[in-house]
């Protein structure tokens, strides 16, 4: 490879998109952080750095048309043309259907489902003119239903319609689509689950490891190093696909 690969991580400041970012540093690619607070960028971007990549710490709101553009102009002029996108940005707003409001289902459609649209949209050109990309959607289990996640669940399960799409889309063009589907991952967001169910965050996790098969609850870094394979040239004829990552089949 000639020139340094470009890749930009949304939601990339902690859990999953972290350990997505630095593991795609350690692959050699440069990697646009980005976060909806660029001051929380700071120590993926550091970590990158003192383990001597690239990186570049990004501020935007996913959701918003004018943020992405800005947010993808600026990264191809800083870092070069984006070729590898990770839609992970996420938010939960978790509730039973009677009692979910317009404002939470707005929330997490909008973030989840409009941030992958937008930011497939901005950096497909790029991806286009070097006849080369990859795109990966972070869906989850809960695309298959989870109670209180009626949101959640609508925006993952989309995101498998999306990825096939695009796959079928730009494929011509050298870009793969895939979609990432984590299980039980210890992240900050699972522990905003376990509160919300009023259960002890360690008791939960003895609980789920008990129900998978390979008997341990999932870290960030598993599914980093299935994004880091699916962004990796040798995955050039895997598209369209969604892998569940859980420890064990899903339906």
């Keep these: 490879m000639s020139e340094q690969r470009v890749a930009i991580v949304t939601g990339a400041a902690r859990g999953i998109g972290a ?18 607070d660029e001051s929380a960028t700071g120590a993926t971007v550091a970590a990158i ?8 710490g990004v501020g935007a709101d996913v959701s918003d048309r004018s943020q992405v553009e800005a947010a993808v102009e600026r990264i191809a002029a ?13 938010v939960l707003r978790d509730n039973l259907l009677f ?18 649209f937008l930011f497939s949209q ?22 298959l239903g989870n109670r209180g996640q009626a949101n959640y ?20 063009f050298g870009v793969t689509v895939n ?12 522990a905003a689950t376990a509160a919300r169910m ?23 870094e598993d599914i980093a190093h299935t994004i880091s394979f699916l962004a990796s040239a040798g995955a050039s004829f895997v598209s369209g696909q969604v892998l569940y990552v859980a420890g064990g089949p899903k339906d």
């Excluded at 800083?78 to 996420?90: C, F, H, I, K, M």
């Excluded at 901005?122 to 695309?143: C, D, F, K, P, Y």
């Excluded at 989309?158 to 799409?165: D, E, N, V």
């Excluded at 979609?179 to 699972?190: K, L, Q, R, S």
């Design 19 to 36: 350990a997505t970012a630095r593991r795609l540093a350690v692959d050699g690619l440069a990697v646009a952080v980005v976060d909806i």
């Design 49 to 56: 750095a003192e383990a001597g990549g690239r990186a570049l």
């Design 78 to 90: 800083d870092l070069g043309a984006p070729t590898v996108l990770v839609n992970n940005a996420g």
């Design 99 to 116: 009692k979910m409001s317009d404002a939470d289902w707005d929330m997490v459609l909008g973030v989840h489902l409009r941030g992958a």
């Design 122 to 143: 901005a950096t497909q050109q790029h991806m286009v003119e070097q006849r080369w990309g990859r795109i990966i959607n972070l869906s989850s289990t809960s695309a």
């Design 153 to 172: 669940a609508a925006a993952k399960a989309g995101l498998q319609g999306f990825t096939k799409t695009l796959a079928i889309e730009l494929g011509p």
């Design 179 to 190: 979609a990432v589907a984590p299980g039980f991952i210890v992240t900050d967001m699972t």
């Design 198 to 220: 009023k259960v002890d965050f360690e008791a939960l996790q003895k609980h789920a490891e008990a129900e998978i098969p390979v008997r341990r609850v999932g870290r960030p």
